[in-house]
């Protein structure tokens, strides 16, 4: 929204709309509840962990439960500034007012960029995946298409297609943790399967320790660690289309904790006592081999459909927010014009067509090098997935003490500990980034990604704002 926009509709809870935006409010509770719960679980913990738990072993356990808590932080400063307005796009919306135009500018594009890199990757994760079923007699780029098509076509419908999806995806994910958690204390209380004779606690320090590897191989996972979180906050984009955001969005970042408590810690911690941490192989899904510990065959595959159906969850999350963030920018003078417009369901046809259409860079990295295509994947994502992080936290660090001043009205929903739990996790994120600059294979996220990334947008703003210098959208709001 621009300012004139945001004055006249400040709350934007009214209405069958969203926000004086257009949008529809057709995600109810219990589809933002398995938003929130799914954008906390995906291939980074089915798939990721396998290498994280090589480099730290089982400290890897106390790296999730830190990472969890600085979450739930960020959660919880993105909850006091969406009670205080719920907008879609609240990112790039909250950087415009409270930091500046500029920095509203770059938010918003590189948190759409994070979701087309992310897409891409996952739609080619996705097809790789399929491969296990196929043995390679399909061609993988062909599965790449078929999977874009597929989902660009449901989020054209409506957004309560979207959230269905979610829904479903989210359902699949959490049953097969659950599952997971439940086979795993059997095998230690009552002691079936292969797994039992070896199965025991102790197995989270028998093997050189808590910390086999010292405290650096754990510090060294925390991009690992912090890339599996996120898409947590893709529920802040959901808030301009949430039928009760005041009263469900509370709800659902409330969660935070205990789906970190259960789905990461609890699910390392019953993993790593069955199996022990030094059998798990980097690129190996922790799920598979716990599996094939057991003596369950039948578990390869089930993991397969598991992580087949997170990347497919994530690939939809990438749809669906790209496209409302490419149109808020549009709204706010940021972006092209025609990106503003809506279908008769409220959907963003032209944000999420032009989105889709980057992702098919997907479909023809698997046809040009399908061997290779995975490993294109760089930390691109994770700095830029952070970049919204550090917007929400400053964000909300600026929010309260207006709100102290008396100059805005107070939220409703208040993070608790702020604004020194907002400097805590900034602080963190801030380590993470220099673990990232320290490990070879990611730095290249920091350079030359960032530097060239920072140049594009730092020239694109110039020429927008040379074009229009006194528009609503180059002007900081006081």
């Known amino acids: 929204m621009t300012s004139v926009q945001v004055d006249k509709q400040h709350d934007g809870t009214d209405g069958a709309v969203g926000g004086g935006e257009g949008y529809q409010r057709g995600l109810g509770a219990r589809q933002i509840q398995m938003i929130a719960i799914g954008g906390a679980i995906g291939t980074g913990l089915f798939l990721g962990a396998g290498k994280a738990i090589s480099k730290a072993g089982p400290s890897l356990i106390l790296a999730y439960a830190i990472a969890g808590l600085v979450i739930f932080f960020i959660m919880r400063a993105l909850g006091e500034l969406l009670m205080y307005r719920p907008v879609s796009g609240s990112f790039s919306e909250y950087a415009r007012e409270f930091v500046g135009p500029f920095w509203g500018y770059v938010t918003g594009w590189t948190y759409w960029l994070f979701w087309v890199v992310t897409g891409i990757t996952e739609v080619t994760a996705a ?79 028998n093997d050189g320790g808590f910390f086999p590897k010292g405290l650096g191989g754990t510090l060294m996972t925390l991009q690992i660690v912090m890339f599996a979180f996120l898409a947590v906050e893709l529920v802040g984009v959901t808030a301009g289309e949430s039928k009760d955001p005041k009263t469900v969005l509370p709800k659902a970042i409330n969660t935070v904790p205990w789906r970190i ?135 909300q660090i600026r929010y309260r003490a207006k709100a102290n001043r008396g100059e805005l009205p ?69």
Request: hydrophobic share 55%.
């Open 127 to 205: 097809a790789k995946y399929m491969a296990f079923w196929t043995h390679g007699s399909f061609p993988q780029w062909a599965f790449a298409l078929i999977f874009t098509v597929i989902l660009y076509g449901a989020n054209l419908i409506s957004v309560k297609l979207f959230g269905e999806l979610e829904f479903w995806f989210s359902m699949v994910k959490v049953t097969a943790i659950v599952g997971m958690i439940l086979i795993c204390a059997g095998i230690l209380t009552i002691g079936f399967s292969d797994a039992a004779e070896t199965a025991s606690m102790a197995n989270l320090w």
């Open 261 to 395: 408590a259960v789905f990461y810690v609890g699910a390392l911690i019953m993993i790593l006592s069955v199996v022990p941490w030094s059998e798990f192989q980097p690129g190996v899904s922790p799920f598979v081999a716990a599996f094939e510990k057991m003596g369950l065959g039948i578990g390869a595959a089930i993991v397969n459909f598991v992580v087949l159906t997170a990347a497919l969850s994530s690939c939809n999350s990438g749809m669906y927010s790209t496209g409302r963030m490419l149109r808020d920018l549009a709204l706010n003078g940021q972006g092209p014009k025609f990106l503003t417009k809506l279908t008769a369901n409220g959907v963003p046809l032209l944000g999420t067509t032009v989105s889709a259409a980057l992702m098919l860079v997907g479909v023809w990295i698997n046809y040009v090098a399908p061997g290779k295509a995975f490993d294109y994947v760089v930390s691109f994502a994770t700095i830029s997935g952070m970049w919204a992080w550090i917007m929400i936290l400053v964000c």
């Open 410 to 478: 107070e939220s409703g929903f208040k993070a608790p500990g702020a604004p020194f739990t907002s400097w805590f996790a900034l602080a963190f994120i801030g380590m993470v980034i220099v673990m990232m600059g320290i490990d070879p294979d990611s730095r290249v996220a920091l350079w030359p990604g960032a530097p060239v990334w920072a140049l594009i947008m730092g020239v694109s703003y110039l020429v927008l704002k040379a074009r229009n210098p006194q528009g609503a959208a180059f002007v900081k709001r006081s």
